[in-house]
């Protein structure tokens, strides 16, 4: 069974910078993408930004253009997404999810439980 | 990058059809994927594709397209479908993905 399991929540400082994991189990991490998507409280999705495990090549909101980072382990199966220069603004709820194509179709079929970052001086 | 509409809020009568929309100029190019979100959890698949359900997923969900607008319906919808409802869509000019604001269903 697919299952991505994401790190507990976080609280930093406005300023700091924070690294989130999600770690994949029943499938082969390489063989589909991740994206990163957040939630603030009581808002909608927001689509952050996409990582192709095999290559570790990554795409970024231009809402998060400088401050974004994604990366992978393939030998854990786990994927990290750190955002620097924390401000209020970024306190939500962070999820990483897995990307599926076929036949032209581009969906999203697993999400990981969420991690909540709050950022609080 | 495109950006996806959704109406904010909807309501349905208990048993009876409801359609949720979602308008972007991405749809033009490539299928939206919905999803369901209740409270406190992380989002689900309901719909992808032209009208592929996942599995799980009961066939009262169904989906369709009309130009640039997506279409969730729900055929006779029960309690349990009371949820946020995302579109999403991938933009081919530059690999991005959006989401639609969402739309919160209530089932009265």
């Known amino acids: 069974q697919v299952h991505l399991v994401q790190s507990g929540a976080e609280v930093k400082k406005p300023g700091a910078s924070v690294r989130l994991s999600c770690k994949a189990s029943g499938y082969t991490l390489t063989s589909y993408y991740i994206h990163w998507v957040r939630q603030a409280p009581g808002q909608g999705l927001e689509w952050m930004g996409i990582i192709d495990p095999s290559t570790g090549g990554t795409t970024y909101s231009q809402k998060f253009q400088g401050r974004l980072a994604m990366t992978r382990d393939t030998s854990t199966s786990t994927v990290y997404m750190a955002l620097s220069s924390l401000t209020s603004e970024d306190r939500a709820i962070y999820f990483c999810?897995?990307?599926?194509?076929?036949?032209?179709?581009?969906?999203?079929?697993?999400w990981g439980q969420g991690t909540l970052v709050t950022v609080s001086s | 990058s495109s950006e996806l509409t959704q109406d904010p809020a909807v309501s349905v009568a208990l048993g009876q059809t409801v359609r949720l929309t979602c308008q972007g100029d991405s749809l033009r190019l490539n299928y939206a994927s919905w999803y369901q979100q209740r409270p406190g959890q992380a989002p689900e698949l309901v719909l992808f594709g032209k009208n592929n359900r996942p599995a799980g997923i009961p066939d009262r969900f169904s989906g369709s397209y009309s130009g640039t607008t997506a279409s969730l319906t729900v055929t006779g919808a029960q309690a349990e479908d009371e949820a946020d409802y995302y579109c999403?869509?991938?933009?081919?000019?530059?690999?991005?993905?959006?989401f639609g604001g969402g739309t919160k269903l209530t089932v009265l």
């Open positions: 999403c869509s991938r933009d081919n000019t530059d690999d991005h993905w959006v």
């Open positions: 999810s897995r990307g599926r194509y076929s036949s032209g179709w581009y969906w999203i079929d697993t």
